[in-house]
Each structure stands twice: as C-alpha cells, then as structure tokens.
C-alpha cells in the first residue's frame, strides 16, 4: 500500500507560536492529489485545502500556509501565530488521479496538535 | 447544501445486536465511502460506491459487515451481530468522482457496543 506518514503524533505549542505539521507520501502515480483535513474535538473533519501533483506553487490562506515538496514527496503544513482554536488532529491524505484507483483518499494517522494559552 | 447526513450520531448497544448506521450523500456526488476511526488503527476504508455499485470493500472486517446503497440518496452499513471491538466512529463521505475534489465527511455516528 502507498503509505501516507504523519511522524508526528502530538505537538504542543503557545498560542502565537508557528508550528509545523509534517507528511510524507508514497506513490507510484504520476498524478495525484493531496488533501489536508481538520478534526476539531467535535469530531467532524473538515476539508481545509487540495493540492494536485502539477502544481508545486506553496499556498497560502490566512494564517495557513502549505508547502509541496514533490521531489521529497512531502506536504507539509504550517499554521502561524497558532490560536487555542486551532487545537485539533490535522490528517495528511492522498488521492490518485487516476479513476481506475477508484478516488480512494488514503490518510495518514494525523497529528494532534495542542495549542496552550 | 446540507452536506453529507448521517445518522445517528451516537448508538449505544449491546453485544450480539444488529446495528444499522445510514447516510445520505450530498446530490449529485456519484462516490460514496464509509470509514472506520478507531485510536489503534486510525481511519480506515471498509466499501466505497460508484453509482451506487460497490465498487471496492476490501476494507471490510469481516462478514457481519455488509453495506447497501439501495439509490443515490441512502446508504447503509450493517453490522450482524455487533461485538465490543466494532466500537469506533464512523464516517461517511461522499465525492464527485472523476474531478478534483475531496471528500466531503459527515459527522460520523460514535458507535459503543457493550
């Protein structure tokens, strides 16, 4: 299986602190897709960005902010003067573009990130 | 745009019973996918359909679990009989296949077997 990796299972920060969230991705596709989610302890997971494999322009959104490595196949995610709401586990995942591969999102097993007032 | 519905959101029940979770994907969105969140394997694919065909349910545990999706607004997942290690939180997501997007996930059922 093309595996998604989250090394990081916890981080704690201050509130105002950057902070980081690693992934790393396998594949053996040429085409893909990357997805970061947001589960909040409500439990619901939120979609909060989609970056497809052509494209290596790093994003940005508010405080959030990506960065795609294709040539170290990772997807990193960084959140900037971190907020108390901003604690949640964050999921890293995949998808081929390939429509044979059936669309399937494979997810890394997240991290849980706390942010301290 | 309601989103993906599912329901319940919390069933409590005892070992040995049936449990029928639903879910009702956002028109137009021809996949559906149902997965398992549990702390030790974190979230795992069990079926997903195209058009309301299964297409791949290898991620499913084992025979008393089976999942329907009798048209393009309702889906099932059943499991018969119910044991203490099927307790996690389901999702179902739902997705215009063939495009770009992602998921879109509803707010899972927390399912406890006792």
């Known amino acids: 299986a093309q595996k998604v990796t989250q090394a990081q299972t916890e981080i704690s920060v201050v509130e105002k602190e950057d902070v980081t969230l690693d992934c790393v991705y396998e594949?053996?596709?040429?085409?893909?897709?990357l997805f970061w989610y947001k589960q909040p302890p409500s439990g619901e997971l939120v979609f909060l960005i989609r970056?497809?494999?052509?494209?290596?322009q790093n994003e940005i959104s508010g405080r959030y902010s990506w960065n795609f490595q294709k040539s170290t196949s990772s997807f990193n995610f960084t959140i900037t003067a971190s907020q108390v709401v901003d604690s949640a586990v964050y999921f890293c995942?995949?998808?081929?573009?390939?429509?044979?591969?059936?669309?399937?999102?494979?997810f890394g097993g997240g991290t849980r990130l706390m942010v301290k007032p | 745009d309601a989103g993906v519905i599912q329901s319940p959101r919390h069933e409590v029940t005892e070992m040995g019973q049936e449990v029928t979770l639903r879910c009702k994907p956002i028109?137009?969105?021809?996949?559906l996918f149902w997965y398992r969140q549990t702390m030790m394997r974190g979230l795992e694919l069990l079926i997903y359909?195209?058009?309301?065909?299964?297409?791949?349910d290898s991620g499913m545990p084992e025979d008393r679990f089976s999942a329907k999706m009798p048209n393009a607004s309702f889906s099932t997942l059943k499991i018969q009989p119910s044991e203490p290690r099927d307790s996690a939180v389901y999702f179902c997501?739902?997705?215009?296949?063939?495009?770009?997007?992602?998921?879109?996930f509803g707010s899972g059922t927390r399912l406890t077997v006792v």
């Open positions: 028109s137009g969105h021809d996949y």
């Open positions: 997501a739902s997705s215009r296949g063939g495009r770009s997007y992602g998921y879109t």
């Open positions: 970056r497809n494999s052509f494209d290596e």
């Open positions: 995942a995949r998808r081929p573009l390939n429509n044979n591969a059936g669309n399937m999102l494979t």
């Open positions: 594949t053996r596709d040429t085409t893909y897709y």
């Open positions: 359909f195209n058009n309301n065909v299964p297409i791949d």
